[in-house]
């Protein structure tokens, strides 16, 4: 078992990471910003919290791995 650190500055570093691995894969695709939020069906709010790291829900997370066609493992791994 691991254990916490004392302060959740990490969930800010790892959720922008994720946010940071959508991008990245996103524009290997050659995919627009555009593309994606019509794509997963998601709003353009939505896209830009999850890409800049901030809180969201997993079924948005789930829905944009199915669109990039990749595992969900890829993004949120590390």
């Known amino acids: 078992m691991h254990v916490l650190p004392d302060d959740d500055?990490?969930?800010a570093e790892e959720l922008r990471a994720i946010g940071?691995?959508?991008r990245a894969e996103r524009e290997r695709q050659n995919l627009t910003q555009e593309q994606l939020i019509l794509a997963a069906r998601i709003d353009r709010v939505t896209l830009w919290r999850v890409e800049t790291g901030e809180?969201?829900?997993a079924s948005t997370l789930?829905?944009?791995a199915r669109v990039l066609g990749i595992?969900?493992?890829d993004l949120v791994g590390g």
Do not use: A, Q, T
């Open 71 to 73: 595992p969900l493992s």
């Open 62 to 64: 789930l829905r944009i």
């Open 55 to 57: 809180e969201w829900k």
């Open 9 to 11: 500055s990490w969930i």
């Open 20 to 22: 940071d691995r959508i």
